[in-house]
């Protein structure tokens, strides 16, 4: 089956440094990837996504570039603000009829200033 | 507004107590999720339906009920038959056909059993 996975957290940065959250899959065919956000207490948000080999997401300055070749979908951001302390989820999404999606476990950052 | 709401955001229980969470959409999606969240853990999926009247099982749907008679709703009843019922619950929604397969989320339900 599908899987997910993602380095664990937390991971604690000073304010205006690099952010790499690494992800890696296992999937059938050609599936669609996402990064999700979520704050404190609330649902998740669609932060960016990729649905073909090569194609990179980008949202809020936070990027993501679908890697066929390593199966991996690596969130980046150059410059983080302690606005962007929140858990950070990847995931994949079948190309089937039903949509199901795999999340991985999540990874918790802290920013601080 | 186009989005999902989920009432309440908090709920209590007593052990042995069935509890319906309510969820609501109006983006006109054609499939609704129900996802269970713990500390530490990932979402994973209660049940799922793809049109009115009509509804899967996921991977953790024992002690779960739903229904769809609605396209907009999509109720989640956790029964006293689920062991370990503390978790926050999350909605989703999303377009049945559509290349990127995004879904959509509420703001969840934190159910607490006392």
């Known amino acids: 089956g599908n899987s997910v996975t993602q380095m664990e957290g937390p991971v604690t940065l000073s304010e205006e440094a690099f952010l790499t959250i690494n992800c890696t899959y296992t999937?059938?065919?050609?599936?669609?990837l996402f990064w999700y956000v979520q704050y404190p207490g609330e649902g998740l948000q669609l932060l960016l996504k990729?649905?073909?080999?090569?194609d990179k997401g980008s949202n809020k300055g936070f990027e993501a570039t679908y890697r066929k070749e390593t199966t991996s979908f690596h969130l980046e951001k150059g410059s983080v603000q302690v606005s962007d302390s929140a858990v950070y989820f990847c995931?994949?999404?079948?190309?089937?009829?039903?949509?199901?999606?795999?999340f991985g476990t999540g990874t918790k950052l802290q920013v601080i200033p | 507004d186009g989005g999902i709401t989920q009432s309440p955001k908090y709920l209590f229980r007593k052990e042995g107590q069935n509890v319906t969470l309510s969820c609501e959409q109006n983006?006109?999606?054609?499939?609704m999720y129900w996802y269970r969240q713990d500390p530490g853990q990932g979402l994973r999926l209660i049940y799922y339906?793809?049109?009115?009247?009509?509804?899967q099982k996921g991977d953790i749907a024992e002690g779960y009920s739903v229904s769809r008679e609605k396209k907009e709703s999509f109720p989640l009843t956790v029964t006293s038959a689920q062991k370990n019922p503390t978790a926050f619950y999350l909605c989703?929604?999303?377009?049945?056909?559509?290349?990127?397969?995004?879904?959509?989320f509420g703001p969840g339900t934190r159910l607490t059993v006392l």
């Open positions: 995931a994949l999404s079948d190309t089937g009829g039903y949509q199901k999606v795999t």
């Open positions: 999937a059938t065919g050609y599936p669609s």
């Open positions: 990729a649905t073909k080999a090569d």
């Open positions: 983006l006109n999606h054609d499939a």
């Open positions: 339906s793809q049109i009115v009247n009509d509804f």
């Open positions: 989703a929604s999303a377009p049945l056909a559509g290349a990127t397969n995004q879904q959509f």
